[in-house]
């Protein structure tokens, strides 16, 4: 074997079709793939949207049959996932689609496993440490079609799932769970509205920031997210401004793609221990929970990640520049740090669930509760 500093793994999606109108490939990949039978998990307004009829439309003359699961809620929780389980089970599949935001393409990758594990519950492929072990039988085949430019998650195997009762987010995943194939139209994303889109956006720019500083980054998995970051820094502003600039969609939907395969193989950090706990206490939207803590906790990671921060600022153009870069984005869209509110009596609960994480294990500065604390009380506003 090499060397322990020269060896490393590294997991690369199956089949992707990237690129303006690859939507239309859809049915061809069902067909050619003798998915007959297909359920496709959608939020209710892509469905209203009509944007499937066409689609539906073709796999009906070929003899398919399919229909839509449009029940998907932001932030998935246990009983959403449960809902989908079912409506899977009573259908009987031979692949499901997800078309959305990570919302529904998480709630597509969690009911298909559930449904080939034979259980209703994401909690029964869980193991307690972070891990999914449980997960026996291969998931029902999962096409994933992202319509925003931020999770990710259509290139990896992970998906996240809120536990209401225990106001906690769970990461539930395994090579088991990786999608059959994405299909990245970026023209799918040409009618995000601007808020949405900087959420996204910045969701993409964390976990591309967070597995470039990762303690288990390697070369392969750097050349992914420095590559997502640069993307992000030169289209971002572009896709907020001006949503209909196909360019600056392709350049997002890009380096959402890059980031979401980096951080399968190395992990993410701090930020995403913290921010689950955000979604899960208050159902803030994790775009936005992991852009408030962003900055502080960049700073934070300083210590230990020098150098890489270091070519951060030289492509921000100036010693701290990488973090004054994003408080110019910040100031230039009205998101402020401490504009949500969290409760002062859940501080130290969210603190001890964030420093039990899984993310944490990867973060290049190690983090106790003390220090979380602290984190959170500069970056939300406690009431």
Not at 289 to 302: G, T
Request: charged share 20%; proline share 4%; hydrophobic share 45%.
């Amino acid at each position: 074997m090499a060397e322990k500093e020269n060896y490393f793994e590294f997991i690369l999606p199956s089949k992707v079709e990237y690129g303006p109108g690859t939507i239309k490939t859809l049915p061809e990949e069902l067909l050619r793939n003798d998915f007959k039978r297909v359920v496709f998990v959608v939020t209710p307004g892509r469905n209203r949207s009509g944007m499937l009829d066409g689609i539906l439309a073709v796999l009906a003359e070929e003899g398919s049959e399919a229909t839509v699961f449009d029940r998907v809620i932001e932030n998935p929780d246990l009983a959403s996932v449960a809902d989908c389980v079912q409506f899977l089970r009573a259908f009987t599949p031979d692949a499901v689609v997800g078309v959305g935001g990570g919302s529904a393409l998480d709630t597509a990758k969690a009911a298909a496993v559930c449904y080939s594990n034979g259980t209703d519950s994401v909690l029964d492929l869980l193991n307690g440490d972070g891990g999914s072990r449980k997960i026996k039988k291969k998931s029902l085949p999962a096409i994933m079609v992202p319509t925003t430019a931020g999770s990710g998650t259509e290139v990896n195997y992970w998906a996240v799932i809120t536990n209401k009762a225990e106001k906690e987010k769970l990461s539930v995943g395994a090579p088991a769970m990786s999608p059959h194939m994405a299909i990245v139209d970026p023209e799918l994303t040409l009618s995000l509205p601007p808020k949405v889109t900087l959420y996204t956006g910045i969701d993409a720019l964390t976990h591309a920031i967070e597995s470039y500083l990762s303690k288990t980054s390697n070369w392969l998995s750097d050349m992914f997210s420095f590559g997502a970051i640069t993307l992000i820094m030169g289209s971002l502003r572009r896709a907020v401004d001006d949503g209909a600039n196909l360019v600056a969609r392709c350049n997002m939907a890009l380096a959402s793609m890059l980031a979401g395969v980096a951080m399968e193989n190395v992990g993410l950090g701090l930020i995403h221990a913290m921010s689950h706990q955000v979604s899960g206490f208050y159902d803030t939207p994790h775009g936005l929970a992991n852009a408030l803590l962003l900055p502080e906790v960049l700073a934070f990671n300083r210590p230990g990640a020098k150098e890489k921060i270091k070519s951060l600022d030289r492509v921000a153009r100036g010693k701290g520049g990488f973090i004054r870069w994003i408080e110019k984005l910040y100031r230039e869209y009205d998101l402020w740090i401490k504009g949500v509110e969290i409760k002062g009596e859940d501080i130290r609960i969210m603190a001890v669930k964030a420093a039990d994480n899984v993310n944490v294990r990867t973060n290049p500065v190690v983090a106790g509760v003390a220090d979380i604390e602290k984190i959170y009380q500069e970056c939300f506003k406690i009431v």
